[in-house]
C-alpha cells in the first residue's frame, strides 16, 4: 500500500474498471485496456491530459473540490465512493486522524452484554475487533480462540475462514472495501501499513482484491455463517456509529424471527452463558492474558 500515492491509485483502479459505455463515451477500434483512458477522463472532467497523469502519478496531490467532484461524475462513483475521494485528496498532504480507539466505553459494553440474543462486536477502522459480548464472542469464537482479533486477517490468512463463510469471495470483497472505506485517512498508520503489508505478502487473493480499491462502509448486510458449534446460519447486521469514539463502530447481528437461523442463535446462546463479561479493555490484550 504506497501511502504516499493513495489518490493516484484510486484514480487509476476506478479508471481501469470503468468501461467508456458506462459514462456515455462513444468509441470504436480496438483498446489496449479495458477502462478508459487518461485523455477520455481528462476531458470529460474538464482537465487536461498532463494534468490528470499528475494526478495518477503522485506528482500532484492538491486537487480542488471542484476538480475532484468533476473526476467522480466522470468515473460514475456512487457517493460513499465520491466521499472517498474527496477524503483521499484532502489526506494527500499526510494529515493523520488520530486517537487511541482502542478502549471501549465501560457503558456500552454493559448495555451490549444484556443483548442475551443479540451477537454484537465493536470494531476499529483496521477491522480489528476491540470487544464483544457474549454471544458475539461465542459466534467469533473459531477466530478470537487462535488469539486473531483482526476480521481481514482472519479472512485472507486463516484457512478455518473459508469453512466459516460460505459465501468467502464476498466476504472477502466486502471486508476490503470496509476496510478501504473506513481508513481512507490514516495516511502514514503504522497498525494499518503493517497489516496490508503482511497480507500482500502472504496472499494472493489480497493482492487481487486490494488493487480493486472498491469502497463501501458496513451498513447493512445479510451474511451466512458455518458455525463448529450450531452448523449454518444466516445472520443480518447494522452497523452504528460510536459518537463518544468515533474511530469505532456498533455491529449488530439478527436472525430472521422463527427461521432455523434463530434456532441456532438460541443455541448458541447456551454457549455464550459460560462466556465471562468482558472488561474496557482492548479484546487483544484480554486473550493474551487469558
Known sequence: MDHDNSLGEFLRARRETTSPDQVGLVWSGRRRTPGLRREEVAQSSGVSTDYYARLEQGRERHP??????ALARTLGLNPE??????????????RVRRGDGLSVSPSLLRLMDGWL?????????????????????????????QGETNLVRFTFLN????DFYPDWEGVARSGLAALRAGSGDLVNDRRLTELVGELSLRSPEFRRLWSRHDVRGKAHEAKSFNHRQVGELTLTYDSFTVDSATDQQLIVYQAEPGSTSQQALALLGTVAADLPALPPVPLGDYLQEH
Open 81 to 94: 465512493e465520491t466521499a472517498h475521494l474527496h477524503q483521499l485528496a484532502r489526506t494527500a498532504r499526510g
Open 117 to 145: 440474543h443479540t451477537p454484537a462486536l465493536i470494531l476499529d477502522r483496521r477491522l480489528d475487533v476491540l470487544a464483544g459480548n457474549r454471544l458475539g464472542r461465542a459466534l467469533f469464537a473459531g477466530m478470537l480462540e
Open 159 to 162: 484457512p478455518d475462514a473459508r
Open 64 to 69: 480542488s473540490a471542484q476538480v475532484v467532484h
